[in-house]
């Protein structure tokens, strides 16, 4: 099985930008396509990107993602940072009969 | 509207056997796969198993395959994991989540319930 690197945390102050990176080690990263969760404390994951950069409906479109290949990278981009957007936020692609997660990215807005 | 309700979650021995169910609702339940994931305690998110949706084809993450098996009614709707020789690392919220992606293989969780706990204790 493959595996998916993100960072542990990153903060940002509210209506700033910020990056989440989700980084394959091995093997292609546009192969198989990548979907990102959020999860706010207590609850249960959501899905707010599909298919490297779709939106599933009702998420805003401050969110986008988007494939660097250059990197082997998938990238979870979220603009007009709220405080609600406080969450963990994973990533997630899969091969054969294997869905891989990648461990974990807590945002902080402050 | 899509309800994905887990149960049957509890604390179990080292060594013992738990059967968790995932009660769908809102959509037509045999046209869709589903899964199995799980969170342990402050960890992030793994995946447990697939099935499709005549549950004809089920896939396992290493870490269960042998112990663990995913089934499902259709009739009922309902979405089931029997959990054997369990272990202490197998403590987690048990989510089931509706796979909408490619056929046959798991891809794309797009709706989860909200997850039931299963502590395993020596």
């Known amino acids: 099985n493959f595996v998916l690197t993100q960072p542990h945390s990153v903060s940002e102050s509210p209506g700033k930008t910020v990056t989440i990176s989700c980084t394959r080690p091995?093997?292609?990263?546009?192969?198989?396509?990548v979907q990102w969760y959020q999860q706010r404390p207590g609850s249960a994951p959501t899905n707010v990107i599909y298919e490297d950069k779709e939106r599933p409906s009702g998420v805003p479109d401050r969110f986008s993602g988007s494939i660097d290949s250059s990197s082997n990278s998938a990238s979870l981009t979220i603009s007009g940072l709220k405080t609600e957007d406080e969450a963990d936020y994973y990533c997630?692609?899969?091969?054969?009969?294997?869905?891989?997660f990648g461990g974990g990215t807590k945002l902080t807005v402050l | 509207e899509v309800q994905l309700v887990e149960s049957g979650g509890g604390l179990v021995k080292s060594g013992g056997s738990l059967r968790l169910s995932c009660a769908a609702s809102g959509f037509i339940f045999s046209s869709f796969e589903m899964i199995w994931v799980r969170q342990a305690p402050g960890r992030g998110l793994e995946w447990v198993s697939y099935i499709s949706g005549r549950g004809s084809v089920m896939y396992y993450a290493d870490s269960v395959k042998g112990r663990f098996t995913i089934s499902r009614d259709n009739a009922q709707s309902s979405l089931y994991l029997q959990m054997n020789r369990l272990r202490a690392e197998d403590t987690a919220v048990y989510y089931c989540a509706r796979d909408f992606g490619r056929p046959g293989i798991p891809d794309r969780a797009d709706y989860w319930g909200q997850g039931t706990l299963v502590t395993v204790f020596s």
């Open positions: 091995s093997g292609n990263i546009a192969s198989k396509s």
């Open positions: 997630q692609s899969y091969d054969g009969g294997n869905m891989v």
